[in-house]
């Protein structure tokens, strides 16, 4: 219950009338505005509108469903009449839904003023800002962007509560649910890039996004950025940054989920995690500024590339299939080959384990950073190959590039934070 349902004030019968009063006046307010001069003027402003509100409260306080009914008609008949008397040469309901919907409002803010006032003034703004709204679904939003969003929306919204939330396969590994929600996870990636490199332009855009993109999943954004790279091979720089930046934003994720188990393994991990970050920065740096700055705005091809999102899901679940049959195979003789193992599925959940593993002192915190770097630097192996059947030799040499770099650094950096413990 909002504040303004629980005042002690609103439960007096007049207040939910001011608010349907004040829902009626504030769009009329901006109908007012609209309403014209002369014969041609709309029959509903400021007044009729502001009548029509406190006629809903009016009705609901009555009671009866028969009155609400008769009145909700009487306002219906007029918004059809003002629509047949009114200027011809607008066809548009607008007007008239918008005086049926204030006296709808004004019914609810009886029961539920919040939530009526709220509905009311998201109203008046669809009504305000109809000239920017038009020019933005008229001339900025393309009919393909219309599909990519809709095919979005029915994958995220209609498709993955649908699946089932479990293992369907022998070995208990691959989920419907898990998988989808990783396809989803990629297209909305794609959309993040797309639309900053419609804001920002290819050669920051897609570098801002990937960045954004790494604290969800940095593989599926190496998919997403080599989409866009294949698609539009001016591009390729300008991507591989992207990916490279996603990179860094999953070392940052892989800091913070470490961090609120295992703090002691947070000051282990600082050096090779650090010395990896700063290589990926300037390896990233360095690709934009090796982008051409033509490279921004304009046609930016599709928001994703379905083919390309089921081929990466399709990919993933066969690396997952792998990681298990290794498991079953080699068995677990410790947990850094389970930690290597299971990082080729997720750093993020292999580095979680080791953490619980140390924080319950099962585990040595040497053992456990060791442990770390192995999954983090498996899980950048499988980025290599996911690059180059993703975005092609270009894009994926270069990608390959700074994946080598982020796997030095991890390893060079835990080298010497053991030489330095040892001549401690």
Known sequence: MSILESAPWMSRPEWPLAVSLAIGLLIGLERERRKGEGSTRAAAGLRTFGLVGLLGGVAAQIGGGGFLVLAGAFVVLGALAAYWLGDRKDPGLTGEVALVMTYVLGVLAQTRPAVAFEAGIVVA????FRAPLHRMVRDKITDQELLDALTFAIAAVVILPLLPDRPVDP???????????LAVVAMGLSFLGYVAQRLLGGRHGLLVAGLAAGFVSSTAAVAAMGARAKAQPDLTTASAAGAIASMIGSLAYLLAIIGAVSPRLILALAAPLGLAAVLMLAYAAWLVRRTPRVASGGTVGRAFNGVAVLFFVAVV????????????????????????????ADAHAA???LATLQAGGRLAV???AVGVVLALSANMAVKIPAALMTGGRAFGGRVTVGVLLLVAGLWIGGAAAILAGAAG
């Open 125 to 128: 703004a669809l009504l305000a």
């Open 351 to 353: 580095a979680v384990s």
């Open 171 to 181: 070995l208990g590994l691959l989920n419907p649910f898990t998988l989808w929600r």
């Open 317 to 344: 679940g066969t690396f997952s299939l792998i990681s298990a049959l290794l498991l079953r195979w080699l068995g677990a003789p410790g947990a850094l080959i389970g930690a290597a193992v299971m990082g080729l």
């Open 366 to 368: 040497a053992d456990a």
